[in-house]
């Protein structure tokens, strides 16, 4: 067998093994499930002239509770600097308020407006009615387990406010 030959086998044996690996590996799969997902949500946000990332810090945001725009950055996982022009766009939109931190001049504090609210339920009502292709084989009963499991790992604002 020539040398060209048994490369093109390896090459071979190695892609499978990493689609094998990775069909098998829960992060992979919640990666390609986040971004089918993320489709769907990008045409609910843009109908209100919002992308997927504003319309997400808008449902992350509480109208009885502020937070300092350090933890918003820490729930996106994202540079401060990121979160800066988000909020901008929210705040000019008046989806949110935007005031100084009483204890730290320095600091912002975000907050969801009514206006802000209305939208969030909006959201609400758009993706209880969405049936992304990625969840239609599931029943009734493995959405609920995948909902409990999923909200089981997911960080509440709380978990942030100590960030």
Same mark, same amino acid.
């Given at each position: 067998m020539s040398s060209i030959y048994n490369v093109r086998i390896l090459m071979y044996n190695t892609i499978n093994m990493t689609k094998a690996n990775l069909q098998n590996n829960l992060y992979w799969q919640l990666?390609?499930?986040?971004?089918?997902?993320?489709?769907?949500?990008?045409?609910?946000?843009?109908?209100?002239n919002l992308t997927v990332m504003q319309m997400y810090t808008l449902c992350l945001l509480e109208s009885d509770n502020s +937070?300092?725009?350090?933890?918003?950055?820490?729930?996106?996982?994202?540079?401060?600097?990121?979160?800066?022009?988000?909020?901008? =766009? &929210?705040f000019q939109?008046?989806? +949110?308020?935007?005031?100084?931190?009483?204890n730290d001049r320095r600091a912002k504090m975000i907050t969801l407006t009514p206006k802000g609210a =209305? &939208?969030?339920?909006?959201?609400?009502?758009?993706?209880?009615?969405?049936a992304p292709p990625s969840l239609q084989n599931l029943s009734e009963k493995d959405k609920q387990q995948l909902l409990a499991l999923l909200t089981k790992t997911s960080l509440t604002t709380a978990d942030y406010s100590t960030k």
């Open positions: 990666l390609k499930v986040a971004i089918n997902a993320k489709h769907g949500l990008m045409h609910i946000a843009e109908k209100h +937070i300092p725009m350090n933890s918003l950055s820490y729930m996106l996982n994202c540079d401060a600097s990121n979160v800066t022009g988000l909020v901008d =766009k &929210l939109s008046k989806f +949110i308020k935007r005031e100084e931190n009483p =209305k &939208l969030c339920e909006k959201f609400a009502e758009a993706l209880a009615s969405y």
